[in-house]
Protein backbone atom coordinates (compact mmCIF):
# COMPACT_ATOMS: atom_id res chain seq x y z
CA UNK A 1 0.00 0.00 0.00
CA UNK A 2 3.19 2.11 0.47
CA UNK A 3 4.94 3.66 -2.20
CA UNK A 4 9.30 3.95 -1.91
CA UNK A 5 11.61 6.60 -3.62
CA UNK A 6 14.87 6.09 -3.10
CA UNK A 7 18.10 8.66 -4.19
CA UNK A 8 21.64 8.45 -4.01
CA UNK A 9 24.04 10.77 -3.39
CA UNK A 10 27.86 9.07 -4.27
CA UNK A 11 30.98 10.69 -3.20
CA UNK A 12 34.50 9.28 -5.32
CA UNK A 13 37.60 10.69 -5.10
CA UNK A 14 38.91 11.39 -8.60
CA UNK A 15 42.38 10.33 -9.55
CA UNK A 16 44.18 13.11 -9.50
CA UNK A 17 48.07 13.72 -8.46
CA UNK A 18 47.53 17.02 -6.76
CA UNK A 19 44.19 18.15 -4.29
CA UNK A 20 41.65 20.15 -6.21
CA UNK A 21 42.34 23.64 -5.49
CA UNK A 22 46.22 23.67 -4.25
CA UNK A 23 49.39 21.36 -5.55
CA UNK A 24 49.52 19.42 -2.41
CA UNK A 25 49.72 15.51 -3.43
CA UNK A 26 46.38 13.74 -3.56
CA UNK A 27 48.08 10.11 -1.96
CA UNK A 28 45.82 7.72 0.40
CA UNK A 29 47.98 6.05 3.38
CA UNK A 30 50.45 8.60 3.82
CA UNK A 31 51.73 10.00 7.28
CA UNK A 32 49.10 12.19 8.66
CA UNK A 33 49.44 15.91 8.16
CA UNK A 34 52.33 15.55 5.74
CA UNK A 35 50.07 16.59 2.67
CA UNK A 36 48.98 20.18 4.08
CA UNK A 37 49.71 23.90 2.95
CA UNK A 38 48.03 27.39 3.55
CA UNK A 39 45.24 26.55 0.89
CA UNK A 40 44.17 23.51 1.82
CA UNK A 41 44.26 24.98 5.60
CA UNK A 42 42.46 27.72 4.62
CA UNK A 43 45.12 30.24 5.80
CA UNK A 44 43.86 33.77 5.47
CA UNK A 45 44.89 35.58 2.30
CA UNK A 46 45.24 32.33 -0.02
CA UNK A 47 44.21 31.95 -3.38
CA UNK A 48 43.08 28.72 -4.25
CA UNK A 49 43.10 27.37 -8.21
CA UNK A 50 40.94 24.57 -10.17
CA UNK A 51 42.61 21.52 -10.76
CA UNK A 52 42.37 20.92 -14.31
CA UNK A 53 42.51 17.31 -14.68
CA UNK A 54 40.12 16.83 -11.94
CA UNK A 55 37.76 18.95 -14.38
CA UNK A 56 38.80 16.85 -16.77
CA UNK A 57 37.60 13.22 -15.17
CA UNK A 58 34.32 15.30 -13.79
CA UNK A 59 33.09 15.88 -17.12
CA UNK A 60 34.40 12.86 -18.20
CA UNK A 61 31.73 11.03 -15.43
CA UNK A 62 29.13 13.31 -16.43
CA UNK A 63 29.44 12.56 -20.21
CA UNK A 64 29.48 8.62 -20.01
CA UNK A 65 26.18 9.54 -17.23
CA UNK A 66 24.63 10.89 -20.44
CA UNK A 67 24.46 14.46 -18.91
CA UNK A 68 24.21 17.92 -20.25
CA UNK A 69 27.44 19.16 -19.66
CA UNK A 70 27.95 22.80 -18.38
CA UNK A 71 29.16 25.19 -20.92
CA UNK A 72 30.30 27.58 -17.70
CA UNK A 73 30.86 25.66 -14.32
CA UNK A 74 30.80 27.58 -10.88
CA UNK A 75 32.12 27.07 -7.22
CA UNK A 76 30.34 28.27 -4.62
CA UNK A 77 31.07 28.53 -0.92
CA UNK A 78 29.14 25.77 0.84
CA UNK A 79 29.23 27.48 4.16
CA UNK A 80 28.80 25.13 7.41
CA UNK A 81 30.89 24.20 10.08
CA UNK A 82 32.47 21.02 9.60
CA UNK A 83 35.04 19.81 12.60
CA UNK A 84 38.13 18.68 10.28
CA UNK A 85 37.78 21.80 7.88
CA UNK A 86 39.23 24.74 9.21
CA UNK A 87 37.95 27.47 6.96
CA UNK A 88 34.13 26.63 7.96
CA UNK A 89 33.56 26.25 4.29
CA UNK A 90 33.40 24.09 1.10
CA UNK A 91 34.65 24.62 -2.22
CA UNK A 92 31.74 22.83 -4.12
CA UNK A 93 29.39 24.05 -6.87
CA UNK A 94 25.38 24.85 -6.53
CA UNK A 95 24.00 26.59 -9.40
CA UNK A 96 26.16 25.70 -12.69
CA UNK A 97 28.03 21.91 -11.70
CA UNK A 98 29.82 20.12 -14.44
CA UNK A 99 26.40 18.32 -15.64
CA UNK A 100 23.03 17.61 -15.28
CA UNK A 101 19.92 15.92 -15.99
CA UNK A 102 21.69 12.59 -17.20
CA UNK A 103 20.95 8.91 -16.89
CA UNK A 104 21.94 5.45 -16.73
CA UNK A 105 20.87 2.29 -16.57
CA UNK A 106 21.00 -0.55 -14.19
CA UNK A 107 19.70 -4.11 -14.57
CA UNK A 108 17.12 -5.49 -11.78
CA UNK A 109 16.06 -9.14 -11.94
CA UNK A 110 16.66 -9.32 -15.50
CA UNK A 111 14.98 -6.03 -16.83
CA UNK A 112 17.05 -2.93 -17.87
CA UNK A 113 15.84 0.29 -15.30
CA UNK A 114 16.70 3.97 -16.30
CA UNK A 115 17.79 5.58 -13.24
CA UNK A 116 17.81 9.73 -13.95
CA UNK A 117 21.28 11.90 -12.75
CA UNK A 118 20.19 15.10 -10.87
CA UNK A 119 23.75 16.50 -11.43
CA UNK A 120 27.11 15.73 -11.59
CA UNK A 121 29.16 18.40 -9.02
CA UNK A 122 33.13 18.64 -7.33
CA UNK A 123 33.70 19.65 -4.69
CA UNK A 124 36.56 19.40 -2.19
CA UNK A 125 36.80 16.87 0.55
CA UNK A 126 36.89 17.51 4.01
CA UNK A 127 40.12 15.96 6.58
CA UNK A 128 39.64 12.58 8.75
CA UNK A 129 38.65 12.63 12.20
CA UNK A 130 40.91 9.75 14.01
CA UNK A 131 39.29 8.87 17.38
CA UNK A 132 41.36 7.24 19.98
CA UNK A 133 39.46 7.09 23.75
CA UNK A 134 38.70 10.56 25.10
CA UNK A 135 40.78 12.21 22.54
CA UNK A 136 39.78 13.06 18.61
CA UNK A 137 42.81 13.81 16.56
CA UNK A 138 42.56 15.21 12.77
CA UNK A 139 44.26 14.51 9.71
CA UNK A 140 44.01 16.82 6.95
CA UNK A 141 45.56 14.75 4.42
CA UNK A 142 42.59 14.09 2.79
CA UNK A 143 41.33 17.92 3.56
CA UNK A 144 40.96 19.46 -0.43
CA UNK A 145 41.17 15.88 -2.31
CA UNK A 146 39.16 16.30 -5.37
CA UNK A 147 35.71 14.91 -4.77
CA UNK A 148 32.96 14.45 -6.73
CA UNK A 149 29.38 13.92 -6.21
CA UNK A 150 26.84 12.14 -8.14
CA UNK A 151 23.28 13.08 -7.44
CA UNK A 152 20.61 10.63 -8.51
CA UNK A 153 16.67 11.55 -8.75
CA UNK A 154 14.42 9.45 -6.46
CA UNK A 155 14.04 6.49 -9.20
CA UNK A 156 14.92 3.68 -6.80
CA UNK A 157 12.66 1.36 -4.95
CA UNK A 158 14.23 -0.83 -2.55
CA UNK A 159 17.68 -1.74 -1.04
CA UNK A 160 18.48 -4.09 -3.72
CA UNK A 161 17.99 -1.60 -6.20
CA UNK A 162 20.33 0.50 -4.42
CA UNK A 163 22.95 -2.37 -3.89
CA UNK A 164 22.82 -3.00 -7.31
CA UNK A 165 23.01 0.79 -8.57
CA UNK A 166 26.24 1.02 -6.22
CA UNK A 167 28.10 -2.30 -7.55
CA UNK A 168 27.49 -1.14 -11.22
CA UNK A 169 28.25 3.05 -10.79
CA UNK A 170 31.56 1.25 -8.70
CA UNK A 171 32.25 -0.49 -12.08
CA UNK A 172 31.65 2.44 -14.26
CA UNK A 173 34.24 4.70 -12.47
CA UNK A 174 36.75 2.35 -12.79
CA UNK A 175 35.96 1.16 -16.11
CA UNK A 176 36.68 4.96 -16.79
CA UNK A 177 39.72 5.06 -14.86
CA UNK A 178 38.20 8.61 -13.18
CA UNK A 179 38.46 6.80 -9.69
CA UNK A 180 39.34 3.33 -7.68
CA UNK A 181 36.24 3.29 -6.46
CA UNK A 182 37.78 1.53 -3.13
CA UNK A 183 34.73 1.85 -0.57
CA UNK A 184 37.27 0.19 2.28
CA UNK A 185 39.67 3.79 1.81
CA UNK A 186 36.84 5.97 1.95
CA UNK A 187 37.23 6.77 -1.70
CA UNK A 188 33.84 5.95 -2.89
CA UNK A 189 31.01 6.88 -0.08
CA UNK A 190 27.27 7.26 0.05
CA UNK A 191 24.49 8.83 1.44
CA UNK A 192 21.00 7.53 0.95
CA UNK A 193 17.48 9.72 1.15
CA UNK A 194 14.15 7.53 1.23
CA UNK A 195 11.28 8.52 1.76
CA UNK A 196 7.90 6.37 1.81
CA UNK A 197 4.11 7.59 1.16
CA UNK A 198 0.48 5.90 -0.17
CA UNK A 199 0.47 4.39 -3.99
CA UNK A 200 0.09 7.75 -6.32
CA UNK A 201 0.65 10.00 -3.31
CA UNK A 202 3.84 11.20 -4.64
CA UNK A 203 7.51 11.80 -2.42
CA UNK A 204 6.64 11.34 1.27
CA UNK A 205 9.16 13.20 3.53
CA UNK A 206 12.62 12.98 2.68
CA UNK A 207 15.09 11.04 5.49
CA UNK A 208 18.90 10.90 4.68
CA UNK A 209 20.85 8.30 6.18
CA UNK A 210 24.59 9.31 5.93
CA UNK A 211 28.37 7.99 5.08
CA UNK A 212 27.41 4.31 3.96
CA UNK A 213 30.39 2.56 2.83
CA UNK A 214 29.42 -0.79 1.59
CA UNK A 215 26.96 -1.53 -0.53
CA UNK A 216 25.63 -4.06 1.77
CA UNK A 217 24.93 -1.48 3.88
CA UNK A 218 23.09 0.84 1.54
CA UNK A 219 20.62 -2.15 1.13
CA UNK A 220 20.20 -3.28 5.00
CA UNK A 221 19.61 0.69 5.58
CA UNK A 222 17.17 1.45 3.24
CA UNK A 223 15.58 -1.61 3.69
CA UNK A 224 15.35 -0.89 7.44
CA UNK A 225 14.13 2.50 7.17
CA UNK A 226 11.79 1.78 4.74
CA UNK A 227 9.96 -0.67 7.17
CA UNK A 228 10.17 1.63 10.26
CA UNK A 229 8.68 4.63 8.43
CA UNK A 230 5.97 2.38 6.76
CA UNK A 231 5.30 1.44 10.85
CA UNK A 232 5.30 4.83 11.37
CA UNK A 233 2.71 5.66 9.17
CA UNK A 234 0.49 2.24 10.07
CA UNK A 235 0.63 4.24 13.49
CA UNK A 236 -0.64 7.24 12.53
CA UNK A 237 2.75 9.33 13.01
CA UNK A 238 4.66 11.58 11.19
CA UNK A 239 8.07 10.57 9.56
CA UNK A 240 10.62 13.78 10.65
CA UNK A 241 12.91 14.80 8.59
CA UNK A 242 16.16 14.22 9.48
CA UNK A 243 20.10 13.24 8.96
CA UNK A 244 20.43 9.59 10.56
CA UNK A 245 23.41 7.25 11.06
CA UNK A 246 23.25 3.45 10.28
CA UNK A 247 24.13 1.56 12.98
CA UNK A 248 26.05 -1.39 11.99
CA UNK A 249 26.31 -3.42 14.62
CA UNK A 250 22.84 -3.02 15.75
CA UNK A 251 21.27 -3.16 12.08
CA UNK A 252 19.11 0.17 13.05
CA UNK A 253 19.35 3.49 11.75
CA UNK A 254 19.58 6.34 14.03
CA UNK A 255 18.95 10.28 14.87
CA UNK A 256 21.89 12.41 13.54
CA UNK A 257 20.38 15.74 12.91
CA UNK A 258 17.07 17.87 11.38
CA UNK A 259 18.04 17.82 7.80
CA UNK A 260 19.45 21.03 6.67
CA UNK A 261 18.09 22.52 3.93
CA UNK A 262 19.93 24.71 0.91
CA UNK A 263 19.03 27.52 2.43
CA UNK A 264 20.72 27.06 5.71
CA UNK A 265 23.88 26.36 3.26
CA UNK A 266 24.05 30.09 2.37
CA UNK A 267 25.70 28.97 -0.61
CA UNK A 268 27.40 32.22 -2.22
CA UNK A 269 29.79 32.69 -5.42
CA UNK A 270 33.18 31.31 -4.35
CA UNK A 271 34.74 34.77 -5.05
CA UNK A 272 38.34 34.04 -5.68
CA UNK A 273 37.74 31.12 -8.68
CA UNK A 274 36.32 32.52 -12.13
CA UNK A 275 33.89 30.19 -13.86
CA UNK A 276 35.49 27.21 -16.09
CA UNK A 277 34.44 27.39 -19.68
CA UNK A 278 35.62 23.57 -20.76
CA UNK A 279 37.34 24.41 -24.48
CA UNK A 280 36.48 22.07 -27.99
CA UNK A 281 40.45 20.59 -27.13
CA UNK A 282 39.29 19.90 -23.60
CA UNK A 283 35.78 18.30 -24.61
CA UNK A 284 37.74 16.30 -26.98
CA UNK A 285 40.07 15.03 -24.65
CA UNK A 286 36.51 14.27 -22.36
CA UNK A 287 34.95 12.21 -25.07
CA UNK A 288 38.34 10.51 -26.11
CA UNK A 289 38.51 8.80 -22.15
CA UNK A 290 34.82 6.98 -22.84
CA UNK A 291 34.85 3.71 -23.12
CA UNK A 292 32.37 0.93 -23.80
CA UNK A 293 30.97 0.58 -20.11
CA UNK A 294 30.35 -2.67 -18.31
CA UNK A 295 26.10 -2.97 -18.97
CA UNK A 296 26.85 -2.57 -22.77
CA UNK A 297 29.93 -5.02 -22.52
CA UNK A 298 28.16 -7.30 -20.65
CA UNK A 299 25.37 -7.69 -23.23
CA UNK A 300 27.64 -7.68 -26.24
CA UNK A 301 29.48 -10.85 -24.87
CA UNK A 302 26.66 -12.70 -24.04
CA UNK A 303 25.38 -12.21 -27.40
CA UNK A 304 28.91 -12.27 -28.89
CA UNK A 305 30.76 -14.96 -27.15
CA UNK A 306 27.81 -17.09 -25.61
CA UNK A 307 28.60 -16.73 -22.05
CA UNK A 308 26.60 -17.62 -19.20
CA UNK A 309 25.56 -14.94 -17.17
CA UNK A 310 28.47 -16.24 -13.97
CA UNK A 311 30.79 -15.80 -16.74
CA UNK A 312 29.91 -12.77 -17.91
CA UNK A 313 29.65 -11.11 -14.65
CA UNK A 314 33.41 -12.55 -13.56
CA UNK A 315 35.15 -11.02 -16.96
CA UNK A 316 33.63 -8.02 -17.17
CA UNK A 317 33.81 -7.12 -13.28
CA UNK A 318 37.45 -5.88 -13.97
CA UNK A 319 38.01 -3.99 -17.40
CA UNK A 320 41.60 -5.23 -17.29
CA UNK A 321 40.11 -8.98 -17.27
CA UNK A 322 37.81 -7.98 -19.75
CA UNK A 323 40.29 -6.82 -22.51
CA UNK A 324 42.59 -9.49 -21.33
CA UNK A 325 39.96 -11.97 -22.25
CA UNK A 326 39.38 -10.64 -25.71
CA UNK A 327 42.99 -10.21 -26.54
CA UNK A 328 42.90 -14.22 -26.11
CA UNK A 329 40.21 -15.01 -28.08
CA UNK A 330 41.65 -12.82 -31.07
CA UNK A 331 44.45 -15.21 -30.89
CA UNK A 332 41.78 -17.64 -31.75
CA UNK A 333 41.26 -19.80 -28.95
CA UNK A 334 37.71 -21.22 -28.26
CA UNK A 335 35.74 -18.61 -26.19
CA UNK A 336 34.15 -21.45 -24.00
CA UNK A 337 37.65 -22.80 -22.99
CA UNK A 338 38.84 -19.15 -22.80
CA UNK A 339 36.37 -18.19 -20.33
CA UNK A 340 36.53 -21.39 -18.24
CA UNK A 341 39.97 -21.90 -17.22
CA UNK A 342 39.69 -18.39 -16.33
CA UNK A 343 37.07 -18.07 -14.08
CA UNK A 344 38.33 -21.68 -12.70
CA UNK A 345 42.33 -22.70 -12.68
CA UNK A 346 43.32 -19.23 -13.82
CA UNK A 347 41.70 -17.25 -10.94
CA UNK A 348 42.97 -20.49 -8.45
CA UNK A 349 46.83 -20.04 -9.67
CA UNK A 350 46.32 -15.78 -8.97
CA UNK A 351 45.21 -16.43 -5.64
CA UNK A 352 47.41 -19.11 -4.59
CA UNK A 353 50.18 -16.06 -5.55
CA UNK A 354 48.65 -13.60 -4.48
CA UNK A 355 48.88 -11.84 -7.55
CA UNK A 356 46.32 -9.86 -10.30
CA UNK A 357 46.06 -11.43 -13.65
CA UNK A 358 48.07 -8.10 -15.42
CA UNK A 359 51.03 -8.97 -12.89
CA UNK A 360 51.26 -12.19 -13.10
CA UNK A 361 53.47 -14.35 -15.65
CA UNK A 362 50.87 -15.72 -17.70
CA UNK A 363 50.74 -13.06 -20.53
CA UNK A 364 47.80 -13.68 -23.03
CA UNK A 365 50.47 -14.72 -25.51
CA UNK A 366 51.11 -17.59 -23.18
CA UNK A 367 47.59 -18.41 -22.12
CA UNK A 368 46.35 -18.84 -25.48
CA UNK A 369 49.83 -20.97 -26.35
CA UNK A 370 48.76 -23.06 -23.74
CA UNK A 371 44.69 -23.77 -24.61
CA UNK A 372 45.95 -24.30 -28.03
CA UNK A 373 47.98 -27.71 -26.56
CA UNK A 374 45.05 -28.66 -25.22
CA UNK A 375 42.95 -27.80 -27.85
CA UNK A 376 45.21 -29.79 -30.10
CA UNK A 377 45.53 -32.50 -27.62
CA UNK A 378 48.49 -32.43 -27.35
CA UNK A 379 48.05 -31.79 -23.57
CA UNK A 380 45.35 -33.76 -21.39
CA UNK A 381 43.81 -31.42 -19.19
CA UNK A 382 45.92 -32.52 -15.68
CA UNK A 383 48.75 -31.86 -17.90
CA UNK A 384 47.55 -28.52 -18.94
CA UNK A 385 47.12 -27.94 -14.84
CA UNK A 386 50.22 -29.06 -14.38
CA UNK A 387 51.76 -26.19 -16.80
CA UNK A 388 49.44 -23.45 -15.90
CA UNK A 389 51.02 -23.95 -12.24
CA UNK A 390 54.64 -24.37 -14.07
CA UNK A 391 54.36 -20.99 -16.24
CA UNK A 392 53.56 -18.96 -12.49
CA UNK A 393 56.34 -20.45 -10.77
CA UNK A 394 58.85 -20.50 -13.70
CA UNK A 395 58.00 -17.47 -15.75
CA UNK A 396 58.37 -19.33 -18.59
CA UNK A 397 56.01 -19.97 -21.73
CA UNK A 398 53.95 -23.07 -21.69
CA UNK A 399 55.71 -24.23 -24.99
CA UNK A 400 59.47 -24.36 -22.76
CA UNK A 401 58.00 -25.67 -19.99
CA UNK A 402 56.19 -28.59 -22.23
CA UNK A 403 59.39 -29.47 -23.99
CA UNK A 404 61.55 -29.58 -21.15
CA UNK A 405 59.71 -31.39 -19.07
CA UNK A 406 58.82 -33.54 -21.69
CA UNK A 407 54.75 -33.61 -21.02
CA UNK A 408 53.74 -33.36 -24.34
CA UNK A 409 51.19 -36.15 -24.55
CA UNK A 410 51.32 -39.67 -26.12
CA UNK A 411 48.29 -40.31 -28.36
CA UNK A 412 50.16 -42.16 -31.12
CA UNK A 413 47.67 -45.48 -31.29
CA UNK A 414 50.83 -47.61 -31.73
CA UNK A 415 53.01 -46.15 -29.08
CA UNK A 416 49.82 -46.11 -26.82
CA UNK A 417 49.10 -49.78 -27.84
CA UNK A 418 53.08 -51.01 -27.00
CA UNK A 419 52.82 -49.36 -23.67
CA UNK A 420 49.32 -50.80 -22.97
CA UNK A 421 50.68 -54.61 -23.58
CA UNK A 422 54.02 -54.00 -21.35
CA UNK A 423 51.92 -53.21 -18.39
CA UNK A 424 49.59 -55.92 -18.86
CA UNK A 425 52.36 -58.04 -19.11
CA UNK A 426 53.98 -56.87 -16.06
CA UNK A 427 50.42 -57.52 -14.41
CA UNK A 428 49.03 -60.70 -15.76
CA UNK A 429 47.60 -62.01 -12.44
CA UNK A 430 45.55 -58.97 -12.24
CA UNK A 431 44.63 -59.10 -15.86
CA UNK A 432 43.48 -62.66 -15.56
CA UNK A 433 41.49 -61.92 -12.01
CA UNK A 434 39.82 -59.16 -14.61
CA UNK A 435 38.86 -61.60 -16.83
CA UNK A 436 37.23 -63.95 -14.28
CA UNK A 437 34.89 -61.65 -13.30
CA UNK A 438 36.51 -58.85 -10.94
CA UNK A 439 35.94 -55.58 -12.80
CA UNK A 440 37.29 -53.40 -10.17
CA UNK A 441 41.15 -54.14 -10.86
CA UNK A 442 40.63 -52.30 -14.40
CA UNK A 443 41.26 -49.11 -12.37
CA UNK A 444 44.61 -50.57 -10.92
CA UNK A 445 45.60 -51.26 -14.52
CA UNK A 446 44.58 -47.87 -15.78
CA UNK A 447 46.54 -45.99 -12.83
CA UNK A 448 49.92 -48.51 -13.72
CA UNK A 449 49.44 -47.50 -17.30
CA UNK A 450 49.66 -43.48 -15.89
CA UNK A 451 52.38 -44.30 -13.66
CA UNK A 452 54.54 -45.91 -16.32
CA UNK A 453 54.13 -43.25 -18.74
CA UNK A 454 54.28 -40.20 -16.19
CA UNK A 455 50.70 -38.92 -16.77
CA UNK A 456 51.73 -38.53 -20.05
CA UNK A 457 49.22 -40.95 -21.81
CA UNK A 458 45.81 -39.88 -23.66
CA UNK A 459 43.52 -41.08 -21.18
CA UNK A 460 40.58 -41.33 -23.48
CA UNK A 461 42.69 -43.36 -25.79
CA UNK A 462 44.55 -45.57 -23.43
CA UNK A 463 40.79 -46.16 -21.82
CA UNK A 464 40.06 -47.76 -25.47
CA UNK A 465 42.51 -49.69 -25.90
CA UNK A 466 42.85 -50.88 -22.59
CA UNK A 467 38.93 -52.47 -23.24
CA UNK A 468 39.95 -53.62 -26.36
CA UNK A 469 42.19 -55.94 -24.84
CA UNK A 470 40.66 -56.82 -21.78
CA UNK A 471 36.98 -57.41 -23.41
Not at 39 to 53: D, F, I, Q, R, S
Request: charged share 30%; glycine share 6%.
Amino acid sequence: MYESFVGLEIHIHLLADSKMFCSCKAQYGDEENTNVCPVCLGYPGVLPTANEKALELAYTVAEALNCELSPRTTFERKNYFYPDMPKNYQISQFEHPVGKNGWVEIEVNGEKKKIRIHDVHLEEDAGKMIHAGDVSLIDYNRAGYPLLEIVTEPDLVRGEDAEIYLKNFQRLVRYLGVSDGNMEEGSLRCDANVSINLEGQGLGRKVEIKNLNSSRFVKLALNYEIDRQSLLLDEGKIVSQETRLWNENRDITTVMRSKEQALDYRYFPEPDLPPFCPSDDFLQKVKDRQVELPLYRKDRFIKEYQLTEDQTEFIIDDKAVADYFEQVISLGVPTDMVATWLSGDVQKELNKNNMKLLESPLSPERFAELLKYLDEDRIHGKLAKQTLSAVFDENKSPGDIIAEKGWEQISNADQVQTLIEQVLADNQSVVDAIKSGDDRQRGYLMGQIMKKTNGRINPQIAQKVLSEKLG
